[in-house]
Protein backbone atom coordinates (compact mmCIF):
# COMPACT_ATOMS: atom_id res chain seq x y z
CA UNK A 1 0.00 0.00 0.00
CA UNK A 2 1.22 3.35 -0.94
CA UNK A 3 -0.02 6.12 0.97
CA UNK A 4 0.16 10.28 -0.04
CA UNK A 5 -0.41 13.36 1.83
CA UNK A 6 -2.24 16.32 0.19
CA UNK A 7 -2.42 19.80 1.67
CA UNK A 8 -5.57 22.07 1.29
CA UNK A 9 -5.17 25.64 1.18
CA UNK A 10 -7.63 28.61 1.34
CA UNK A 11 -7.53 28.82 -2.19
CA UNK A 12 -8.93 24.97 -2.71
CA UNK A 13 -12.13 25.99 -0.38
CA UNK A 14 -15.39 24.92 -2.04
CA UNK A 15 -13.72 22.55 -4.36
CA UNK A 16 -15.03 18.80 -4.47
CA UNK A 17 -12.41 16.38 -3.20
CA UNK A 18 -12.86 14.04 -6.18
CA UNK A 19 -11.92 16.69 -8.83
CA UNK A 20 -9.11 18.58 -6.22
CA UNK A 21 -7.35 15.13 -5.54
CA UNK A 22 -7.59 14.33 -9.12
CA UNK A 23 -5.84 17.48 -10.00
CA UNK A 24 -3.01 16.64 -7.62
CA UNK A 25 -2.60 13.22 -8.13
CA UNK A 26 -2.07 13.07 -11.72
CA UNK A 27 -0.95 9.25 -11.60
CA UNK A 28 -4.71 8.01 -10.54
CA UNK A 29 -8.10 8.92 -12.21
CA UNK A 30 -10.82 10.20 -10.89
CA UNK A 31 -12.86 7.95 -11.59
CA UNK A 32 -9.93 5.47 -9.48
CA UNK A 33 -9.83 8.48 -6.47
CA UNK A 34 -13.55 8.30 -6.39
CA UNK A 35 -13.44 4.50 -5.74
CA UNK A 36 -10.77 5.07 -3.09
CA UNK A 37 -12.96 7.65 -1.25
CA UNK A 38 -15.79 5.09 -1.83
CA UNK A 39 -13.73 2.65 0.30
CA UNK A 40 -12.72 4.47 2.67
CA UNK A 41 -9.01 4.90 1.75
CA UNK A 42 -8.90 8.48 1.91
CA UNK A 43 -9.30 10.21 5.39
CA UNK A 44 -8.99 14.00 6.68
CA UNK A 45 -8.29 13.79 10.38
CA UNK A 46 -8.77 10.02 10.29
CA UNK A 47 -12.47 10.25 9.29
CA UNK A 48 -13.94 8.75 5.50
CA UNK A 49 -15.04 11.46 3.31
CA UNK A 50 -17.35 11.59 0.74
CA UNK A 51 -16.68 12.14 -3.19
CA UNK A 52 -18.55 15.05 -3.25
CA UNK A 53 -17.89 16.99 -0.14
CA UNK A 54 -16.01 20.31 -0.26
CA UNK A 55 -12.84 21.05 0.57
CA UNK A 56 -12.78 23.25 3.76
CA UNK A 57 -9.61 24.66 2.91
CA UNK A 58 -7.48 24.34 5.86
CA UNK A 59 -7.52 20.23 6.16
CA UNK A 60 -4.71 17.37 5.47
CA UNK A 61 -6.08 14.56 3.46
CA UNK A 62 -4.69 10.61 3.77
CA UNK A 63 -4.81 8.84 0.12
CA UNK A 64 -3.69 5.42 0.75
CA UNK A 65 -3.98 2.82 -2.45
CA UNK A 66 -4.16 -0.30 -1.57
CA UNK A 67 -1.80 -2.98 -3.57
CA UNK A 68 -3.21 -4.09 -7.31
CA UNK A 69 -4.36 -7.61 -6.59
CA UNK A 70 -4.72 -10.07 -9.64
CA UNK A 71 -7.64 -9.10 -12.07
CA UNK A 72 -10.50 -11.35 -12.54
CA UNK A 73 -10.05 -12.00 -16.17
CA UNK A 74 -7.95 -15.30 -16.43
CA UNK A 75 -4.41 -14.95 -18.64
CA UNK A 76 -4.76 -17.20 -21.43
CA UNK A 77 -1.83 -17.88 -24.16
CA UNK A 78 -3.82 -16.55 -27.10
CA UNK A 79 -2.18 -15.01 -30.13
CA UNK A 80 -1.08 -11.72 -30.01
CA UNK A 81 1.16 -9.30 -32.65
CA UNK A 82 2.80 -6.30 -30.99
CA UNK A 83 3.81 -3.49 -32.77
CA UNK A 84 4.93 -1.77 -30.22
CA UNK A 85 6.14 -2.21 -26.67
CA UNK A 86 8.20 -0.75 -23.81
CA UNK A 87 7.49 -0.20 -19.38
CA UNK A 88 4.75 2.06 -20.10
CA UNK A 89 2.31 0.85 -23.12
CA UNK A 90 2.02 -1.50 -25.76
CA UNK A 91 0.69 -1.01 -29.34
CA UNK A 92 -0.91 -4.34 -30.36
CA UNK A 93 -1.92 -5.45 -33.71
CA UNK A 94 -5.84 -6.69 -32.94
CA UNK A 95 -7.04 -9.56 -34.85
CA UNK A 96 -10.81 -9.37 -36.69
CA UNK A 97 -12.93 -11.39 -34.34
CA UNK A 98 -11.55 -10.62 -31.09
CA UNK A 99 -13.31 -8.66 -28.23
CA UNK A 100 -11.47 -6.04 -26.39
CA UNK A 101 -12.40 -6.74 -22.76
CA UNK A 102 -14.58 -9.44 -21.44
CA UNK A 103 -18.23 -9.02 -20.70
CA UNK A 104 -21.98 -10.73 -21.90
CA UNK A 105 -20.96 -13.91 -24.10
CA UNK A 106 -17.15 -13.45 -23.64
CA UNK A 107 -15.86 -14.53 -20.89
CA UNK A 108 -12.55 -15.28 -22.60
CA UNK A 109 -10.92 -14.87 -25.74
CA UNK A 110 -10.76 -11.51 -25.57
CA UNK A 111 -7.31 -9.17 -25.88
CA UNK A 112 -7.52 -8.87 -22.34
CA UNK A 113 -7.12 -12.58 -21.56
CA UNK A 114 -3.84 -12.17 -24.28
CA UNK A 115 -2.66 -9.25 -22.67
CA UNK A 116 -2.62 -10.63 -19.22
CA UNK A 117 -0.74 -13.77 -20.59
CA UNK A 118 1.67 -11.59 -22.42
CA UNK A 119 2.54 -8.62 -20.28
CA UNK A 120 4.87 -9.39 -17.00
CA UNK A 121 5.56 -6.05 -16.28
CA UNK A 122 1.55 -4.79 -15.69
CA UNK A 123 2.05 -1.99 -12.31
CA UNK A 124 -2.09 -2.49 -11.94
CA UNK A 125 -4.81 -0.01 -12.66
CA UNK A 126 -7.60 0.70 -10.78
CA UNK A 127 -6.25 -1.19 -8.15
CA UNK A 128 -6.10 -4.53 -10.44
CA UNK A 129 -3.29 -5.76 -12.17
CA UNK A 130 -4.81 -5.86 -15.18
CA UNK A 131 -3.89 -3.68 -18.78
CA UNK A 132 -5.43 -0.36 -19.06
CA UNK A 133 -7.69 -0.12 -22.30
CA UNK A 134 -7.22 3.27 -23.44
CA UNK A 135 -9.50 3.01 -26.53
CA UNK A 136 -11.76 -0.02 -28.18
CA UNK A 137 -12.10 -0.99 -31.70
CA UNK A 138 -15.19 -3.43 -32.68
CA UNK A 139 -14.85 -6.85 -32.64
CA UNK A 140 -14.51 -7.01 -36.19
CA UNK A 141 -12.48 -4.26 -36.74
CA UNK A 142 -8.79 -5.00 -36.91
CA UNK A 143 -5.64 -2.96 -36.32
CA UNK A 144 -3.58 -1.09 -34.27
CA UNK A 145 -4.65 -0.66 -30.27
CA UNK A 146 -2.80 1.14 -27.83
CA UNK A 147 -3.02 -0.18 -23.99
CA UNK A 148 -1.35 1.35 -21.16
CA UNK A 149 1.14 -0.88 -18.54
CA UNK A 150 -0.27 1.42 -15.55
CA UNK A 151 -2.47 3.88 -14.12
CA UNK A 152 -0.30 7.11 -15.08
CA UNK A 153 0.43 6.32 -18.38
CA UNK A 154 -4.08 5.26 -18.64
CA UNK A 155 -4.69 8.95 -17.50
CA UNK A 156 -2.20 10.19 -19.90
CA UNK A 157 -3.39 8.42 -23.24
CA UNK A 158 -6.97 8.91 -22.08
CA UNK A 159 -6.11 12.92 -21.77
CA UNK A 160 -4.73 12.91 -24.93
CA UNK A 161 -7.10 10.98 -26.67
CA UNK A 162 -9.90 13.08 -25.50
CA UNK A 163 -8.34 16.23 -26.48
CA UNK A 164 -7.82 14.69 -30.04
CA UNK A 165 -3.83 14.59 -29.92
CA UNK A 166 -3.76 11.39 -31.20
CA UNK A 167 -3.64 10.56 -35.25
CA UNK A 168 -5.85 8.29 -35.91
CA UNK A 169 -5.68 6.80 -39.45
CA UNK A 170 -7.74 3.69 -40.85
CA UNK A 171 -8.70 1.68 -44.09
CA UNK A 172 -11.92 0.93 -45.33
CA UNK A 173 -13.62 -1.04 -48.27
CA UNK A 174 -16.79 0.83 -49.07
CA UNK A 175 -19.53 0.09 -51.97
CA UNK A 176 -20.05 2.48 -54.58
CA UNK A 177 -17.94 5.79 -55.86
CA UNK A 178 -17.28 8.10 -53.15
CA UNK A 179 -15.75 11.56 -54.34
CA UNK A 180 -11.55 11.37 -54.30
CA UNK A 181 -11.67 12.94 -50.91
CA UNK A 182 -13.75 14.79 -48.41
CA UNK A 183 -14.61 15.31 -44.83
CA UNK A 184 -18.26 14.12 -42.91
CA UNK A 185 -19.22 17.07 -40.43
CA UNK A 186 -22.21 16.08 -38.59
CA UNK A 187 -24.10 15.45 -35.61
CA UNK A 188 -23.89 12.08 -33.26
CA UNK A 189 -25.75 10.10 -31.24
CA UNK A 190 -28.12 7.19 -30.73
CA UNK A 191 -30.33 5.91 -33.67
CA UNK A 192 -33.90 7.38 -32.66
CA UNK A 193 -35.30 3.48 -33.97
CA UNK A 194 -32.59 1.51 -34.37
CA UNK A 195 -31.08 1.48 -31.03
CA UNK A 196 -28.05 -0.69 -32.23
CA UNK A 197 -27.37 2.17 -34.62
CA UNK A 198 -25.84 5.58 -34.41
CA UNK A 199 -26.99 8.56 -36.20
CA UNK A 200 -25.47 12.26 -37.91
CA UNK A 201 -29.55 13.20 -38.90
CA UNK A 202 -30.05 14.66 -35.58
CA UNK A 203 -30.74 18.25 -34.30
CA UNK A 204 -28.84 18.29 -30.94
CA UNK A 205 -25.88 15.58 -30.16
CA UNK A 206 -21.75 15.36 -30.13
CA UNK A 207 -19.91 16.63 -33.27
CA UNK A 208 -18.49 14.08 -35.18
CA UNK A 209 -15.86 14.85 -37.80
CA UNK A 210 -14.51 12.28 -40.26
CA UNK A 211 -11.82 13.01 -43.14
CA UNK A 212 -11.01 10.43 -46.39
CA UNK A 213 -9.19 10.17 -49.55
CA UNK A 214 -10.08 7.68 -52.12
CA UNK A 215 -6.65 5.10 -52.12
CA UNK A 216 -8.07 3.15 -55.14
CA UNK A 217 -10.87 2.14 -57.06
CA UNK A 218 -12.53 -1.18 -57.26
CA UNK A 219 -15.40 -2.67 -59.46
CA UNK A 220 -18.25 -1.48 -57.27
CA UNK A 221 -15.87 -0.22 -54.61
CA UNK A 222 -13.45 1.71 -53.50
CA UNK A 223 -10.66 1.32 -50.75
CA UNK A 224 -10.30 4.41 -48.85
CA UNK A 225 -7.95 6.05 -46.14
CA UNK A 226 -9.93 7.95 -43.53
CA UNK A 227 -8.28 10.22 -40.97
CA UNK A 228 -10.63 10.80 -37.64
CA UNK A 229 -10.69 14.25 -36.29
CA UNK A 230 -13.28 12.74 -33.70
CA UNK A 231 -13.99 9.08 -32.03
CA UNK A 232 -17.39 8.81 -32.09
CA UNK A 233 -18.84 5.54 -31.76
CA UNK A 234 -19.30 3.52 -35.09
CA UNK A 235 -18.19 7.41 -36.94
CA UNK A 236 -16.73 5.62 -39.68
CA UNK A 237 -19.56 3.30 -40.50
CA UNK A 238 -22.55 5.72 -39.42
CA UNK A 239 -20.66 8.88 -41.45
CA UNK A 240 -20.27 6.28 -44.82
CA UNK A 241 -23.65 4.65 -44.57
CA UNK A 242 -25.29 7.65 -44.31
CA UNK A 243 -23.69 9.20 -47.33
CA UNK A 244 -24.27 6.49 -49.40
CA UNK A 245 -21.07 4.29 -49.44
CA UNK A 246 -21.62 1.79 -46.34
CA UNK A 247 -18.72 -0.54 -45.75
CA UNK A 248 -18.44 -3.82 -47.07
CA UNK A 249 -19.86 -6.43 -44.55
CA UNK A 250 -21.11 -4.45 -42.27
CA UNK A 251 -24.40 -5.81 -41.10
CA UNK A 252 -25.56 -3.23 -38.77
CA UNK A 253 -24.95 -0.10 -41.71
CA UNK A 254 -24.96 -2.25 -44.95
CA UNK A 255 -27.35 -1.72 -47.91
CA UNK A 256 -28.68 -4.65 -49.74
CA UNK A 257 -26.09 -2.91 -52.68
CA UNK A 258 -23.31 -3.18 -50.36
CA UNK A 259 -24.44 -6.66 -49.21
CA UNK A 260 -23.69 -8.19 -52.91
CA UNK A 261 -20.07 -7.51 -52.97
CA UNK A 262 -19.45 -10.35 -51.16
CA UNK A 263 -15.46 -9.73 -51.57
CA UNK A 264 -15.13 -9.21 -47.59
CA UNK A 265 -15.59 -11.94 -45.64
CA UNK A 266 -16.24 -9.30 -42.52
CA UNK A 267 -16.43 -5.47 -41.86
CA UNK A 268 -13.92 -3.83 -44.32
CA UNK A 269 -12.10 -1.56 -41.53
CA UNK A 270 -9.15 -1.78 -39.92
CA UNK A 271 -6.90 0.59 -37.97
CA UNK A 272 -3.97 1.56 -40.10
CA UNK A 273 -1.89 3.57 -38.28
CA UNK A 274 -1.82 5.51 -34.51
CA UNK A 275 0.69 7.83 -33.56
CA UNK A 276 0.72 9.87 -30.11
CA UNK A 277 3.14 11.28 -27.56
CA UNK A 278 4.51 8.75 -25.36
CA UNK A 279 2.91 9.42 -21.67
CA UNK A 280 6.63 9.07 -19.92
CA UNK A 281 8.74 11.25 -22.33
CA UNK A 282 6.28 13.01 -24.85
CA UNK A 283 8.29 11.98 -27.73
CA UNK A 284 5.59 10.71 -30.53
CA UNK A 285 5.45 6.77 -30.75
CA UNK A 286 4.02 5.91 -34.70
CA UNK A 287 2.76 2.52 -35.34
CA UNK A 288 1.50 0.74 -38.26
CA UNK A 289 -0.49 -2.09 -39.41
CA UNK A 290 -0.67 -3.06 -42.70
CA UNK A 291 -3.95 -4.24 -43.95
CA UNK A 292 -4.49 -7.45 -43.46
CA UNK A 293 -4.48 -10.49 -45.46
CA UNK A 294 -8.06 -10.97 -45.48
CA UNK A 295 -8.78 -7.44 -46.99
CA UNK A 296 -6.30 -7.77 -49.26
CA UNK A 297 -7.83 -10.72 -50.94
CA UNK A 298 -11.46 -8.64 -50.70
CA UNK A 299 -9.30 -5.62 -52.87
CA UNK A 300 -7.96 -7.95 -54.86
CA UNK A 301 -11.14 -9.99 -56.15
CA UNK A 302 -13.05 -6.46 -56.62
CA UNK A 303 -10.10 -4.91 -58.80
CA UNK A 304 -10.67 -8.13 -61.07
CA UNK A 305 -14.53 -7.97 -61.76
Known amino acids: MTRSTVEATAADRGERYDRFLAARLPALSRARIQALIDDGHVTVAARAIKASGRVQGTEQLIVEVPDAVPAAPQAEALPLSVLYEDKDVLVVDKAAGMVVHPGAGHHDGTLVNALLHHVTDLKGVGGELRPGIVHRLDKDTSGAMVVAKHERALV ?42 FTGRLK ?95 VKALRGR
Not at 224 to 233: D, I
Open 156 to 197: SLQKAFASREVEKVYLAIVAGAPPDDGTFRTLHGRHPVHRMR
Open 204 to 298: TGKVAVTHFRVKERLVGAALVQVTLETGRTHQIRMHFAEAGFPLLADELYGTRASAKLEAAPRLALHAHRLVFAHPRTGKPVAAVSPLPADLVRA
